[in-house]
């Protein structure tokens, strides 16, 4: 027991870091691995998925490819897992397992579902995990012989990728409600809070607009967002900001209009106006 919860917490820790790093030095993230696509989603027609991943760095580098069960927090955080009632983790199998690669190389990842008969319908998700074996990673220069390359600091990249399975007949419905808008005591920008709700056997994905009214103009402060609601949620929190700039001078109303995947011809699922403070 106390050998397993010592490796539970070492790994913990590990990510941890992990995370951090990328979080605090998105720019050195985004000039390492180049994925695409962002999500894969696979269907009972569509059982096979492909993922590019380019090495944008100056060096080569090697990666372990894994898949972790990650769900999400009433808070709209993501957070691992052992298990889960919703994970594809069973139902997937991919190729290859280990890549390095140059600069500049690419590799492909190919995904593939394998649903049972027994699996009742609805989404079921898990993540792809690109973890960076840092202490394969060598740079140029000279080494403390004064001969070779010298190894660099273990620090190692990680990235997750959704990978979404749907079978059958999948159904999401979307609400959005406690809707809150609230200008920063310093004047320089607007902040919108609120709780989005789904019911149904599928992932939500709720994409929001922003319109602000009331000066004979309409302006669109920010670009419409995109906010997912995992199938293990019932509603989870989701808040933006956007400037005060010209555009939004002498507005009077802020516009809120949520739409789904399948609202986008039909019109918003929900629209609330508000004052804007």
């Known amino acids: 027991m106390k050998t397993s919860l010592r490796k539970h917490l070492t790994k913990t820790l590990f990510l941890t870091l992990i995370v951090l790093i990328v979080i605090n030095a998105p720019v050195m993230a985004a000039e390492i691995l180049f994925v695409s696509p962002t999500r894969v989603h696979l269907n009972d027609k569509h059982k096979v998925g492909v993922m590019n991943v380019t090495n944008t760095s100056d060096i080569t580098r090697h990666y372990t490819i894994s898949m972790e069960n990650i769900i999400m927090t009433p808070e709209g955080v993501t957070s691992e897992v052992e298990n889960f009632e919703y994970s594809a983790k069973r139902m997937l199998r991919f190729v290859p397992r280990s890549v390095t690669l140059a600069p500049g190389e690419r590799q492909t990842i190919r995904i593939q579902s394998r649903i049972g008969p027994d699996v009742p319908e609805g989404d079921y998700h898990v993540h792809i995990h690109f973890l960076e074996d840092a202490t394969k990673r060598e740079k140029p220069g000279v080494g403390a012989d004064g001969k070779g390359a010298a190894i660099m600091a273990p620090l190692s990249y990680s990235t997750l990728i ?70 293990e949620l019932d509603a989870r929190k989701y808040a933006y900001e956007f400037p005060v700039s010209e555009a939004t001078q002498g507005q009077k109303t802020i516009k809120i209009r949520l739409f789904d995947n399948a609202s986008e011809k039909a019109g918003p699922v929900k629209e609330i106006d508000l004052p804007l403070p």
């Open 162 to 231: 959704p990978i979404i399975v749907s079978h059958g007949t999948v159904t999401a419905n979307l609400d959005m409600t406690d809707v809150k808008v609230q200008k920063a005591a310093d004047g320089q920008k607007y902040s919108v809070s609120m709780m989005l709700h789904r019911s149904g056997n599928g992932q939500g994905t709720a994409h929001i607009e922003t319109i602000l009214t009331g000066s004979g103009k309409d302006s669109v402060p920010t670009p419409r967002r995109t906010a997912y609601i995992y199938r």
